[in-house]
C-alpha cells in the first residue's frame, strides 16, 4: 500500500466515521478560536436550541475584528454594530463557560497570532474557525481551515463537523531567497502562477530547502495566504524549529508529557511513497519583491515591472479582468510599478503583523523619516506583539520616522473599525487582500511585504526595497 501524505495522517487521526465515497467524514476538531464577527448566530442558534457548548475548554473567543486600535483605547468600540456584537460576545462567553480574550486583556490580539502566542497550535492538531485564515496553523504541522456559521454552531455542538477532504497539492520551494524578498514575496509568486483559484480544492503541503530555512514566522505568513490561492488548508512538516518555538507557551505539556508529544510529532510527515493528486515547484533564485497592480492577488508582478497592458493578454477572461483592474486602480498600462505615488502606508495583519515583520520594516527605516504626503499607521498583530516591539525600540523608530503606532487588532485590514480609508486612497500594504473596497470605499490597495511597505513610505510612491536597505540615504 502506498504512503500517506501529512494531510491525510491528519485527517486519518481526526476521522470519526466515514460517511461516503465522495470523501465525506466526520471530523474531530480539537480546538476553535471564534471572533466576534462570525461567531453571533452560532451562540443563537445553540441558545434557540436550549443545547451547551460540548468541550468549552477547547474553544477561545477573541474580540479583533471591529475593536478600535486608537492608542489610548477603552472597552467601548467605535459604531453602535460593534458595539452590540462585542456586547453579545462577552455574553456568551459568561454564558457558554468560554474563555474570553477581550479588547483590553493583554493576550488580545487577531485571533491568528493570539493562538500560537498562546501555545493553542500543535502539531497534528486539527483547528477549524470562522475565519479563513485559520491556514496560518500550517506552519505548526496542524490542519487549520474556515468554517461559516452553521459549521460553527454545529462544531460548538458536536466537537466535529461534517467535512470533505482535498485533494493534495505539493508545493515544493527551493533555493536561498535573494537579498529583499520574504516568505509574502514566495506566496505572491505562488498565487501570480496558479492564480487566485489555483489550489481550490486542494489542501497545499509545502516543502523544500527554502521553507526549511524559513523562520516560523516565515512559515505563517505562507500557510496564512494560501487561502488566497483557494487552499483550504496549507501544512508544513514540524521540525525542530517548530518544537524550539512553541516549547513553554502558556498551553503547551511540560516534562515526560512534552517528551512524548514530540516523539509522536516526529512522525507528521509525508511518507517517501506517499501520492499526491499534483506537485509544483518554485525555485526562489531569480525572485524579486512583489506588489500587486490589480484587485486580485493573483494579480501580481516583480517591482521591477510596469503595468501590465490587456491588449497583450490572449485569454478574454483574464484581459476583461486586468481592464477592470486598472480602472478600478486608477493605472495606465506601461508605468512603471516604481512611479505609483501612494497616500497611505499600513503593516500589520494577521499575514504580516508579526515581530519579526515590524524588525524587518524597522530595519529598513532606521533613522529616517517617511515621505511627508504619507500617512503611515502601524497596527502591531497582537498586544504582545506590541509590547515586545516597544521593548525592543521598534516602536520608537516607527514613531521617530512618523507613523502611527497602534493597538492591535484587524484594523485596515478590512475597515471594520473607524480605520478606513476614503475613495482614491492608495495603500502601501501589508496585508493580504486587495479586491475593490477592501480598505474603504473606492480605495487601492497595494499587497507587499513589510520591508516593502516601508520602503514605500519612505519614498513616497511604490519602490523597490533594495534601493533601501543599503544605505541612510
Ligand atoms: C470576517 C472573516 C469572515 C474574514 C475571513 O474569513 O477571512 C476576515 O477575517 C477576512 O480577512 O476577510
Ligand atoms: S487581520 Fe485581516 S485577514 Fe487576518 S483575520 Fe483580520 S481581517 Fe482577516
Known amino acids: 500500500m502506498a504512503g500517506k501524505t501529512l494531510y491525510e495522517k491528519l485527517i486519518d487521526q481526526h476521522v470519526v466515521r466515514r460517511l461516503d465515497s465522495e470523501g465525506h467524514v466526520l471530523l474531530y476538531i480539537d480546538r476553535s478560536i ?4 462570525t461567531s453571533p ?6 441558545r434557540d436550541s436550549q443545547r451547551p457548548v460540548r468541550h468549552p475548554q477547547t474553544i477561545l473567543l477573541n474580540v479583533d475584528h471591529v475593536n478600535p486600535t486608537r492608542p489610548l483605547r477603552d472597552a467601548a468600540m467605535t459604531d453602535a454594530g460593534g458595539q452590540l456584537q462585542v456586547e ?5 462567553a459568561a454564558h457558554f463557560g468560554i474563555e474570553l480574550f477581550d479588547v483590553l486583556d493583554p493576550r488580545q490580539g487577531i485571533e491568528h497570532v493570539v493562538a500560537h502566542e498562546q501555545g493553542l497550535v500543535m502539531p497534528g492538531m486539527v483547528i477549524a474557525a470562522g475565519d479563513s485564515h485559520t491556514t496560518t496553523y500550517g506552519a505548526f504541522g496542524a490542519l487549520g481551515f474556515g468554517i461559516g456559521t452553521s459549521e460553527i454552531e454545529h462544531l460548538l455542538a458536536t466537537q466535529t463537523l461534517i467535512y470533505r477532504q482535498l485533494k493534495t497539492l505539493l508545493v515544493t520551494v527551493s533555493g536561498e531567497l535573494p537579498y529583499g524578498c520574504s516568505a509574502k514575496d514566495i506566496i505572491l509568486a505562488l498565487i501570480e502562477q496558479i492564480g487566485a483559484s489555483g489550489a481550490t480544492g486542494y489542501a497545499i503541503e509545502f516543502a523544500g530547502s527554502t521553507i526549511d530555512a524559513l523562520s516560523m514566522e516565515g512559515r505563517m505568513t505562507l500557510c496564512n495566504m494560501a487561502v488566497e490561492a483557494g487552499a483550504r488548508g496549507a501544512i508544513i512538516a514540524p521540525d525542530e524549529k517548530v518544537y524550539a518555538y512553541i516549547e513553554g507557551k502558556p498551553q503547551m505539556p511540560t516534562g515526560a508529557l512534552w517528551q512524548q508529544a514530540k516523539a ?3 512522525t507528521l510527515r509525508s511518507d517517501a511513497d506517499a501520492q499526491f493528486d499534483r506537485r509544483l515547484s518554485l525555485a526562489c533564485e531569480a525572485l524579486e519583491p512583489k506588489v500587486t497592480w490589480g484587485i486580485s492577488p493573483d494579480q501580481t508582478s516583480a517591482i521591477s515591472g510596469r503595468v501590465p497592458d490587456p491588449a497583450q493578454e490572449r485569454d478574454r477572461t483574464k484581459q476583461q479582468a486586468m481592464q477592470s483592474a486598472l480602472r478600478y486602480m486608477g493605472l495606465e498600462s506601461g508605468m512603471p510599478l516604481e512611479e505609483i505615488v501612494i497616500t497611505h502606508a499600513f503593516i500589520g495583519s494577521c499575514t504580516n503583523g508579526r515581530i519579526e515583520d515590524l524588525r524587518a520594516a524597522a530595519a529598513v527605516i532606521g533613522s529616517r523619516k517617511i ?10 498583530g497582537s498586544t504582545q506583539v506590541r509590547l515586545q516591539a516597544e521593548a525592543e525600540g521598534l516602536a520608537a523608530i516607527f514613531i521617530n520616522a512618523g507613523f502611527e503606532w497602534r493597538q492591535s487588532g484587524c484594523s485596515m485590514c478590512l475597515a471594520m473599525n473607524e480605520d478606513v480609508l476614503a475613495a482614491g486612497d492608495r495603500c502601501a500594504s501589508g496585508t493580504n487582500r486587495n479586491f475593490p473596497g477592501r480598505q474603504g470605499a473606492g480605495a487601492r490597495t ?10 514605500a513610505a519612505l519614498a513616497g510612491h511604490l519602490v523597490d526595497v533594495r534601493r533601501y536597505m543599503h544605505s541612510e540615504v
Open 34 to 37: 471564534l471572533n466576534e464577527y
Open 41 to 46: 448566530q452560532a451562540f443563537s442558534g445553540l
Open 88 to 92: 453579545y460576545f462577552r455574553e456568551n
Open 264 to 266: 509522536e510529532w516526529q
Open 371 to 380: 515621505a511627508r504626503h504619507v500617512r503611515g499607521i502601524i497596527v502591531p
Open 446 to 455: 497595494h499587497l507587499m511585504s513589510p520591508a516593502m511597505v516601508a520602503a
